[in-house]
């Protein structure tokens, strides 16, 4: 199971920070994800973590802005997001597979709950 929390209504510029945190699942087996979807828009790719050694990527609308870390004794993975853009506003979701690192929805065999981020002007 993988809920995520942290969202929340900030001003464009300012940061947050999403945590996902994992029960049953080991977040260093785990490729871990994170994605977004707008209203009326596809669920898009935002950052990943390999298994394993932990290698990163992201999205290109988000890399320099966004950091994708992990607490291992925590279980928990975590989205820094700084310079929020009005854009970033979606619904974000963590999410657990094994097909290897992918930016692909389908690739993903679990998902969080989702927790919303709203950017304002």
């Known amino acids: 199971q993988l809920q995520a929390y942290g969202g929340g209504l900030v001003q464009a510029g300012a940061s947050l920070r999403l945590s996902c945190a994992a029960s049953?699942?080991?977040?260093?087996?785990?490729?871990m994800g994170w994605f977004r979807q707008s209203p009326g828009k596809e669920r898009e790719f935002v950052g990943g973590?390999?298994?394993?050694?932990?290698?990163?990527y992201y999205a290109n609308s988000v890399k320099g802005r966004f950091t994708f870390s992990r607490d291992n004794a925590k279980n928990t993975v975590y989205l820094q997001m700084n310079s929020l853009k009005l854009e970033d506003t979606a619904v974000y979701y963590c999410?657990?597979?094994?097909?290897?690192?992918?930016?692909?929805?389908?690739?993903?065999?679990?998902w969080g709950q989702g927790t919303l981020v709203t950017v304002s002007s």
């Open positions: 049953g699942r080991t977040v260093t087996i785990y490729n």
């Open positions: 999410a657990a597979g094994l097909q290897g690192a992918s930016i692909f929805p389908t690739d993903y065999d679990y």
């Open positions: 973590m390999r298994g394993g050694g932990g290698g990163t």
